[in-house]
């Protein structure tokens, strides 16, 4: 079993909810990322999604894009982000993701970059610019490999949902919100219909992201799914903090842990 | 098969899934309307009361003499309203958002052509209208900045990047993702997730068709090469499409070379170029090992693109139309050349298709024929020419 299926059984069982904090590797070094992978998992990370950097990430909001920026000028490239995830791996057991936009993917070699992630053990893949009807460019390799491509579905999904949520693996990754990556205030999207027409369709877990901004967020969000997605916020402190990032980022996940365990899921009377 | 919205491996819809629904909205009104008499209709009195279609095909007979090879004739794009061939596409896609309801309209614009005509059609409509642009595109075409402005549009500045038409495309890409109900995006040329790079062209072919009917008219036969100058391809593509099931005609695509295509500084994809994903399709970019884009370079912003349209893609593939290199200088150099021989100023755009045929013709025997498409005119890049070529303007006072 994937050790993304494995972690989310693992949470199911106890009654609780994933925390997925996201840094961009190499931001500002990979040196930096290499502490705050297992610094958030010790302060209750149940998974992290590793961004892997692009000159053109159409799918970011300004913060994300300026850690992309940041990395690429630190010379962050994909070998270098795998060899860090295998000496991840020697220390944590705990599921990691890539997520990257197709071109990387693409460029490097389908074979080889599914074989990398293998080899260094990088569990799924999120690919923000690769829809439902362009998976065949990666899901021969990806199946072979036993890397988990996390399908995504939208407010703007609808009749959509069917289709992806059923054919999904590992977790669904819910977009919170029309838009781009980034904190928001609030949000327009009715997250009992979302959820309730999601969960019609599949038993998968749920992973709702986009626009967390904090704790109370979290707690909120957490309460309708199974877990939370946490971008921006934590490379926010990137930005502000650089190499020193490490105790500001384990305090955040520490806080975002607490608010996400504090709840149980609503009764199913409340989705329904 | 060919899968739909597919030209060979190329094209595709390559986009987040929250635009998804959004691009099979814009392909079942599509499907729908290029099918509707009633859309036709008022998408050919646009084009001949307001664009001033069908535009010229003019022998260029100074042209011709002084370059002793084939008769060479200029289909003039310049002369269409706003001054270049991006209305004719701007026009089809305005009558569909307004179809669809759509009160918003987005574009991107690298030389600020394809912004003037959004604009212009937004004006026309009464719908708001946001075009986004490099800041350093901004800076280099001034007077087409202030222009949308005169029409009501507003101009969003692009700082990402590398200020250039590639990040203006982001930004409208973003911007779309967040007001995907009431917003449309109107994509300037063959690029972009299908059915972007097919319904341009569709928009656009009508310089082909042009171009067959006023050549059969006065020569009645067929051109022996069409040339054109390639950015994203919209008026290549326009320019080309009638004739790709014709074998004897040669079709050339002039791309930018900048400072050379074997310096860092210049915008030739299919000389540089390698498959790749980005902007929603899957076609020729510049870009690296690791499949980051590269920074591109060109006198000209409109052709300042990493990319190109994923029909041009598998045209270069198939070999059924050539795309030559034209460097800085030599579209300078045709820019000028043009201004004296003929008396037209073209678009620093176009010059790349000039030269490239200056190079051609002379290779040709007297009795072919020769059709540059003249995509627009070089009123916008006067200033930018007289810069280049060390002289001061000042138009204070």
Redesign the interface.
């Known amino acids: 079993m994937n050790r993304i299926e494995r972690k989310f059984e693992e949470l199911k069982k106890g009654g609780k909810k994933a925390l997925i904090p996201f840094v961009t590797a190499g931001d500002p070094d990979l040196a930096t990322t290499e502490m705050l992978v297992p610094a958030m998992f010790a302060a209750g990370a149940d998974l992290v999604e590793i961004g892997v950097p ?3 990430p ?2 970011e ?2 913060v994300i ?1 300026k850690a992309s920026n940041r990395a ?1 000028s630190s010379g962050t ?2 070998v270098k982000i795998f060899e860090m995830v295998g000496r991840l791996r020697q220390k944590t057991d705990e599921p990691i993701l890539l997520m990257l ?8 070699g389908k074979e080889r970059f599914f074989r990398l992630c293998t080899k260094n053990g990088v569990d799924g893949v999120i690919v ?7 998976r065949d ?1 990666i899901q021969a390799e990806a199946e072979k490999s036993g890397v988990i491509p996390i399908s ?7 009749e ?1 949902i069917a289709m ?1 949520a059923s054919s999904a693996k590992g977790f669904l990754y819910c ?1 919170s919100s ?3 990556t980034g904190m928001r205030s609030s949000f327009n999207t009715d997250f009992k219909d979302f959820f309730r027409a999601i969960k019609q369709h599949t038993e998968i877990p749920c992973a709702v992201g986009f626009g967390i901004s904090g704790p109370e967020q979290a707690k909120r969000m957490a309460a309708y799914c199974d877990g939370v997605i946490v971008g921006s916020a934590i490379v926010n402190l990137v930005e502000r903090d650089g190499s020193g990032a490490v105790p500001a980022i384990s305090e955040f996940v520490r806080d975002l842990k607490q608010a996400v365990g504090e709840i149980g899921t609503l009764p199913s009377a409340e989705l329904g | 098969m060919q899968k739909i919205g597919r030209y060979g491996e190329f094209g ?11 691009v099979h909205e814009l392909e079942a009104a599509y499907e729908k309307y290029s099918k509707d008499p009633e859309f036709n209709e008022e998408l050919q009195r646009l084009y001949h009361e307001y664009a001033n279609r069908p535009s010229m095909l003019y022998f260029a007979k100074r042209m011709t003499e002084d370059l002793g090879g084939a008769k060479i004739y200029l289909k003039r794009e310049d002369l269409n309203h706003t001054g270049a061939h991006k209305i004719n596409n701007v026009l089809g896609q305005i009558l569909l958002a307004r179809r669809m309801g759509k009160k918003r309209i987005i574009a991107e614009t690298g030389a600020g052509q394809h912004g003037v005509a959004t604009a212009t059609a937004a004006a026309l409509f009464d719908m708001k209208c946001e075009i986004f642009m490099g800041v350093k595109d901004i800076e280099r075409q001034a007077l087409n900045v202030f222009r949308m402005k005169l029409l009501g549009a507003t101009v969003t500045g692009v700082e ?2 590398t200020g250039t038409l ?2 203006a495309v ?1 930004e409208a ?2 911007d779309w ?5 009431d917003t449309y995006y109107l994509i300037g040329s063959t690029m972009g997730p299908h059915p972007y790079p097919m319904m341009v062209r569709d928009f656009q072919k009508v310089i082909g068709q042009e171009i067959r009917r006023q050549l059969q008219e006065r020569e009645g036969k067929l051109p022996d090469c069409v040339v054109a100058c390639v950015g994203g391809g919209s008026n290549s593509m326009g320019a080309f499409y009638d004739f790709i099931p014709e074998k004897s005609v040669r079709l050339v695509g002039a791309e930018a070379a900048g400072k050379g295509v074997d310096t860092a500084f210049h915008a030739a994809t299919v000389a540089k170029g ?7 399709m899957k076609s020729l ?1 510049l ?1 690296n ?5 590269m920074p591109v370079y060109s006198i000209s912003a409109g052709l300042d693109y990493p990319g190109i349209g994923p029909e041009h893609a598998e045209l270069a593939r198939t070999g059924r139309a050539q795309y030559v290199a034209v460097t800085d200088e030599e579209a300078v150099q045709a820019f000028e050349y043009l201004s004296k021989m003929e008396g037209i100023i073209p678009a620093i755009e176009s010059s790349h298709a000039v030269s490239a045929a200056m190079k051609i013709a002379p290779m040709m025997k007297k009795d072919q024929i020769l059709v540059v498409n003249l995509s627009g005119r070089g009123d916008k890049d006067v200033a930018s020419i007289a810069k280049y070529r060390g002289v001061q303007l000042n138009e204070q006072n």
């Open positions: 692009f000159s053109d159409v799918a909001g300004p894009q690429l490239t994909l936009y197709l071109n990387s993917i693409f460029r490097f923000p610019d690769m829809p439902y009807e362009e460019e995504m579905v939208a407010p703007t999904s609808h959509r992806i977009v029309t838009g781009v | 595709g819809q390559y986009v987040p899934e929250t635009l998804m629904n959004a990402s990047g590639k990040d982001n890409m973003r993702c967040s007001h995907v109900d390698t498959p790749g994903i980005f902007h929603g970019f870009q090992d690791e499949g980051q884009i």
